[in-house]
């Protein structure tokens, strides 16, 4: 996965939309196929409980199908789907970071690439998200990454990084 540059105004401006477009959607159709349901199988003075759970149910399928085809089919979705796709990424290292930490002491040049990603693609969706109490800490994992590396000669860079690196920790 490689970085890109987002407009900032533009990702917030869609994402604000699709969210409050999915919220919408859900409600509508949990609310009608859960009243559907009720209408067809519910007896007078019974609980309607898992009625309104199974309508919740389906609205939430119908909403999440419908946003993953969208994902990757409408140029409105690309600047959000990338961010989730990054997301999603971080999210892998995380899980793995400690090994990854542990190799980069050691000079890895993987583990290194990797926190090289890492350590981007964090700094770029902080910003996005106007997350910046963090900033000053991750700038100096950055800086101390970046010296690590220029001390051992390497030319590393968060560009090549790629998922495969991750599969050796």
């Given at each position: 996965?490689?970085?890109?540059?987002?407009?900032?105004?533009?990702?917030?401006?869609?994402?604000?939309?699709?969210?409050?477009?999915?919220?919408?959607?859900?409600?509508?159709?949990?609310?009608?196929?859960?009243?559907?349901?009720?209408?067809?199988?519910?007896?007078?003075?019974?609980?309607?409980?898992?009625?309104?759970?199974?309508?919740?149910?389906?609205?939430?399928?119908?909403?999440?199908?419908?946003?993953?085809?969208?994902?990757?089919?409408?140029?409105?979705?690309?600047?959000?789907?990338?961010?989730?796709?990054?997301?999603?990424?971080?999210?892998?290292?995380?899980?793995?970071?400690?090994?990854?930490?542990?190799?980069?002491?050691?000079?890895?040049?993987?583990?290194?690439?990797?926190?090289?990603?890492?350590?981007a693609g964090s700094r770029l969706l902080w910003q996005l998200d106007d997350n910046t109490?963090?900033?000053?800490?991750?700038?100096?994992?950055?800086?101390?990454?970046?010296?690590?590396?220029?001390?051992?000669?390497?030319?590393?860079?968060?560009?090549?990084?790629?998922?495969?690196?991750?599969?050796?920790?």
């Open positions: 996965m490689q970085l890109k540059k987002i407009d900032k105004s533009l990702y917030r401006q869609r994402l604000r939309i699709i969210i409050i477009l999915s919220v919408v959607a859900l409600l509508t159709i949990s609310f009608a196929s859960s009243t559907l349901l009720i209408q067809l199988f519910s007896e007078p003075n019974s609980g309607n409980f898992f009625y309104n759970l199974t309508g919740v149910i389906l609205g939430c399928l119908v909403v999440g199908s419908v946003l993953k085809k969208l994902k990757y089919q409408s140029p409105y979705f690309a600047e959000a789907a990338y961010i989730w796709d990054l997301k999603h990424e971080l999210n892998l290292i995380q899980r793995k970071l400690k090994a990854i930490e542990a190799a980069a002491a050691k000079n890895d040049p993987a583990a290194l690439t990797i926190l090289s990603f890492s350590y109490l963090m900033m000053s800490e991750l700038n100096q994992a950055d800086n101390k990454l970046q010296q690590q590396i220029e001390a051992l000669g390497l030319t590393i860079s968060a560009e090549q990084y790629q998922r495969e690196l991750l599969a050796a920790f």
